[in-house]
T-cell receptor
Framework: TQLLEQSPQFLSIQEGENLTVYCNSS?????LQWYRQEPGEGPVLLVT?????EVKKLKRLTFQFGDARKDSSLHITAAQPGDTGLYLC??????????FGKGTRLHILP | NAGVTQTPKFQVLKTGQSMTLQCAQD?????MSWYRQDPGMGLRLIHY???????DQGEVPNGYNVSRSTTEDFPLRLLSAAPSQTSVYFC??????????????FGQGTRLTVV
């Protein structure tokens, strides 16, 4: 059973377009994180959201935590080739387990 | 800062062989964990530890053992390797598994092939 469902699994878009990646669950999380992973490397944290309804911005990236703390989204404005990578959401449920989704592989075409 | 150090980076095992993947962190984090990453499966939690002397099972613990004798080290043991354990393994450490300070720091990964 996958506790965190990410969609889409793959996304290939042109440079300059906008996109949104979703992370959904039926469980409530005490916090949710988004990571980005490059080939041959471990994931690196982009953001942590803790409060229901919270919105955080990181340059062209906007992260939102759902009001019920069961879901999150990552929106990228004016995507650039440097945004290419694997984006992973991860949730902490309060039972000491940090669980990851399957990831969204993003490819930005120049 | 070294952060999280994993060794080896690559390993080929024959079916039935045993080995230990090493993981060390120098950030004084209490929480450490092991994940495996397979194509299309994201990161799946194998075992985790909330402090020295305490370990617990994650999502896919079968075939793996761990121990946590010190805060710094969290080795992962494969007792009898199977081809299904071919994967990339990541060790991670974090200050806390809950709340706002759950950033996980990952090692570089170990690419394991079992033939």
């Amino acid at each position: 059973t996958q506790l965190l469902e990410q969609s889409p699994q793959f996304l290939s878009i042109q440079e300059g377009e906008n996109l949104t990646v979703y992370c959904n669950s039926s469980s409530v999380f005490s916090s949710l994180q988004w990571y980005r992973q490059e080939p041959g490397e471990g994931p690196v944290l982009l953001v942590t959201v803790v409060t229901g309804g919270e919105v955080k911005k990181l340059k062209r990236l906007t992260f939102q935590f759902g009001d019920a703390r069961k879901d999150s989204s990552l929106h990228i404005t004016a995507a650039q080739p440097g945004d290419t990578g694997l984006y992973l959401c991860a949730g902490a449920r309060g039972d000491d387990k940090i669980i990851f989704g399957k990831g969204t592989r993003l490819h930005i075409l120049p | 800062n070294a952060g999280v150090t994993q060794t080896p980076k690559f390993q080929v095992l024959k079916t039935g062989q045993s080995m230990t993947l090493q993981c060390a962190q120098d950030m004084n984090h209490e929480y450490m964990s092991w994940y495996r990453q397979d194509p299309g499966m994201g990161l799946r939690l194998i075992h985790y530890s909330v402090g020295a002397g305490i370990t617990d099972q994650g999502e896919v613990p079968n075939g793996y053992n761990v121990s946590r004798s010190t805060t710094e080290d969290f080795p992962l043991r494969l007792l009898s390797a199977a081809p299904s354990q071919t994967s990339v393994y990541f060790c991670a450490s974090t200050h806390s598994p809950s709340g706002g300070n759950t950033e996980a720091f990952f090692g570089q990964g170990t690419r394991l092939t079992v033939v």
